[in-house]
T-cell receptor
């Protein structure tokens, strides 16, 4: 069976500090990978998705970036965090086909102070 | 008009009640419909997935899609306190990677 991991689970960072969130998927090969942010009252916002190693598509311009150094590893980064980056960050995967269901990880709760 | 509208609630029902959760959407290109359940401080988990008009049943859960009205519903029978969570509808068009989510309805089932 497939498993998706995210870490850390919780993070408190000062404004202007860097960020690195990691997501890994087990039990499947060549998945589509996604980063979402969930802010209170605003629903789930797709930030990035990737269909393969080194292939990243950005949905929303911002001070965040994503990388996929390995087939089942997806990293969300920032050089300098803003207060508005606070939120619940979710990684998801789907099989290598469009319109398929996405399966979410446990999430990372980020608070920027 | 937003692409997917979902009443945020909160919705509070007694244990054993039938719950109806709904979403409306504006884009007729949407063809695939999902319901996710999200417990507090957890990631969403997939409950139901359907792509055709009509009903799909799975245990106590029934997903209903009416493409002509652009309206989808999730019914929960014999609701339990463990059903207390936020329910998100998600919709996607053919050939698209991007799910469009409703904002979620927070449900509380009172023992």
């Amino acid at each position: 069976s497939q498993t998706i991991h995210q870490w850390p689970a919780t993070l408190v960072q000062p404004v202007g500090s860097p960020l690195s969130l990691e997501c890994t998927v087990e039990g499947t090969s060549n998945p589509n990978l996604y980063w979402y942010r969930q802010a209170a009252g605003r629903g789930l916002q797709l930030l990035f998705y990737s269909v393969g190693i080194g292939q990243i598509s950005s949905e929303v311009p911002q001070n965040l970036s994503a990388s996929r150094p390995q087939d089942r590893q997806f990293i969300l980064s920032s050089k300098k965090l803003l207060l508005s980056d606070s939120g619940f960050y979710l990684c998801a995967w789907s099989i290598q086909r469009t319109t398929d269901t996405q399966y979410f990880g446990p999430g990372t709760r980020l608070t920027v102070l | 008009q937003k692409e997917v509208e979902q009443d945020p609630g909160p919705l509070s029902v007694p244990e054993g009640a039938i719950v109806s959760l709904n979403c409306t959407y504006s884009n007729s290109a949407f063809q695939y419909f999902m319901w996710y359940r999200q417990y507090s401080r957890k990631g969403p988990e997939l409950l139901m997935y359907t792509y055709s008009s009509g009903n799909k049943e799975d245990g106590r859960f029934t997903a209903q899609v009416d493409k002509s009205s652009k309206y989808i519903s999730l019914f929960i029978r014999d609701s339990q306190p463990s059903d207390s969570a936020t329910y998100l509808c998600a919709i996607v068009g053919a050939g698209s990677y991007q799910l469009t989510f409703g904002k979620g309805t927070k449900l509380s089932v009172i023992p």
